[in-house]
């Protein structure tokens, strides 16, 4: 796929994005949220999910999202296993699930059910989704407390189990059967009441997408469908901004709403109704938001939490979607800015954080960036915070959002935006600048954050250009003087390396050769502060963390404020 050439067509564009303040969820609706969830330990609850069980499914949506062979490999060895964490079915207290957070959702929401089919087939995949199943609804099914019945596990639970119900259904035992059926409209009356009180706007969406499915499968949903499609309408209307991004500006949660969407539309083809036009046109405008943050490579950047993806992963979900699309060059809403320059391309965070209501495992990562080039990636960010499992423990996951983990500059070792100790995002950077114009063979992008104004008294502006080759990127990270500014900081910009990169001597000290994987070999040279090299490390898809080196430039600011200037050359 080519790059999308729409936006400033070589003519100097500039932004100001401000981060939004004053809009919260106040005391009212928080506190009515916590009284309609203790209301599920009620007989209250239990008589809304009660009503008319349907005696079947009225169709069968097609799974179009992959399944994970290795996965379902351990589901017929007996066990779960996901980001590298391993967990034996027997024994195993559904009700309870002492796991990681990213196993236990895997469990509640029944995405076991797709491994499984990539590995076996039907006649020896059913009675092992059958026993799973059976004993998870014992535990669960009419037990209605978080996780498992948090409002986007009951969604993705819903659909994963109506794509999943050849393996699901095909047990002739009449009440295994009819536990399975009544869950489904347990579920669906339960996304009826929660989907509205959902927290996030992103949530809301996931829970409305639940609410218009059930419409879909289960009978009498002719109601039921008019208000979820109003509900899903107007929920992603708030979640996804018009140039295709989400306002977490979290890739895992875009790319989780892309599956779940594809998985909805399925549901109308299944059942020969036209997809209503809102909802094609949320995942039209998602698919090239997300490619936006894709390198030479295909694969996925690490930003806001995700880790580095893999290209196989990300051309399943977009063949899922059906969206034939270009990568956003730039996306201002959305807050990245993508340059594709020969085999080259260069990423950068150029908004503000996302409101702490609506992040995931959001991060400290303003004006960072990520450099590959062909299959290399050779500048990264860490990564994977929003991966916790048993390789990433929550501590390593809260420094991996930290601005140090991220490939810009860090004053004093400290966050342009703070991170508060229950992991919200705090205050920090609220205005970014921005510039971007074509010049004589190459592109020059100017950015600035106030993140370290409040602390320091200094604006961060970053210049970078890459030249139309993709052979050369220059840079320079300038500290402005902004009222009050302390002298003799400590200040570092930090360039974390990607994989299998070999940091060769030389006799300066300011520059540092690079020996890619593939045998090339990169300079980097710095102007202006002391260059050294330390430990680092990048995160895969699975959760797993590699072991790399980060390039780091080091000095104290001045009085009239700092500047670093550095290029990054390739040798051949």
Not at 14 to 32: D, K, M, Y
Not at 546 to 555: D, W
């Amino acid at each position: 796929m080519t790059e999308n050439d729409a936006g400033d067509g070589g003519v100097r564009q500039a932004a100001l994005i401000v981060r939004p303040t004053g809009v919260g969820q106040n005391l009212f609706e928080r506190l009515s949220l916590q009284f309609y969830k203790l209301t599920w330990r009620t007989p209250l609850h239990s008589g809304r999910l009660k009503g008319k069980v349907p005696l079947r499914l009225i169709t069968v949506p097609e799974d179009i999202l992959n399944g994970d062979a290795a996965r379902g490999q351990a589901l017929r060895m007996g066990k779960f296993y996901y980001q590298g964490f391993e967990q034996a079915f027997s024994g195993l207290d559904y009700q309870k699930l002492a796991l990681p957070p990213t196993m236990t959702d895997y469990i509640h929401r029944f995405g076991w059910l797709r491994d499984l089919a990539a590995a076996t087939n039907r006649g020896e995949g059913a009675p092992i989704a059958a026993s799973i199943a059976d004993d998870w609804l014992i535990a669960n099914g009419m037990k209605t407390r978080e996780p498992a019945w948090r409002v986007d596990n009951c969604a993705w639970r819903l659909l994963n189990m109506a794509a999943g119900s050849p393996l699901l259904l095909s047990s002739n035992d009449p009440v295994y059967r009819s536990r399975v059926i009544n869950h489904f409209a347990r579920v669906a009356r339960h996304l009826d009441q929660s989907a509205p009180r959902a927290q996030s706007h992103f949530t809301k969406s996931l829970g409305w997408a639940g609410v218009v499915a059930a419409s879909l499968l289960l009978p009498e949903g002719k109601a039921r469908r008019a208000v979820g499609e109003d509900g899903l309408a107007a929920s992603l209307q708030a979640t996804i901004f018009a140039d295709g991004g989400v306002v977490s500006r979290s890739p895992v949660q875009l790319i989780e709403l892309i599956g779940l969407l594809s998985l909805l539309k399925q549901c109308y083809n299944a059942r020969k109704e036209m997809v209503p036009a809102f909802l094609s046109d949320a995942i039209g405008r998602a698919v090239p938001a997300l490619l936006g943050l894709t390198h030479a490579d295909g694969g996925l950047g690490a930003w806001q939490g995700s880790a580095h993806m893999a290209a196989e992963s990300i051309e399943a979900l977009v063949k899922a979607s059906e969206v034939r699309a270009r990568p956003h060059r730039q996306a201002l809403d959305w807050g990245y800015q993508r340059v594709s320059a020969g085999k080259s391309v260069l990423l950068l965070d150029a908004g503000p954080p996302p409101l702490a209501r609506q992040s995931a495992s959001g991060c400290a990562s303003t004006l960072a960036f990520e450099l590959s080039h062909g299959r290399q990636r050779i500048i990264v960010n860490c990564g994977g915070a929003a991966l916790v499992g048993s390789s990433i423990p929550v501590a390593l996951a809260r420094g991996l959002r930290t601005t140090a983990a991220h490939s810009t500059l860090c004053i004093n070792d400290t966050n342009s935006t703070a991170i508060l100790q229950g992991g919200q995002l705090g205050k920090g950077v609220a205005e970014v600048g921005l510039e971007r114009r074509d010049v004589d063979k190459a592109t020059r992008i100017e950015a600035s954050h106030d993140g370290y104004v409040r602390n320091y008294g200094y604006i961060h502006s970053r210049l970078l250009i890459l030249r139309s080759d993709g052979l050369e990127l220059r840079g320079e990270d300038t500290l402005l003087p902004k009222g009050k500014s302390k002298e003799g900081t400590p200040v570092h910009v930090r360039f974390h390396l990607g994989p299998d990169i070999e940091i060769m001597p030389t006799e300066n000290k300011q520059t540092a050769l690079l020996r890619m994987a593939d045998g090339s070999n990169w300079a980097f040279a710095a102007a202006g502060g002391t260059l050294a090299v330390d430990e680092s490390l990048w995160v895969d898809e699975e959760g797993r963390p590699h072991p790399t080196h980060q390039l780091v430039i080091g000095a104290d600011s001045g009085k009239g404020g700092l500047t670093f200037s550095w290029q990054l050359r390739h040798l051949g």
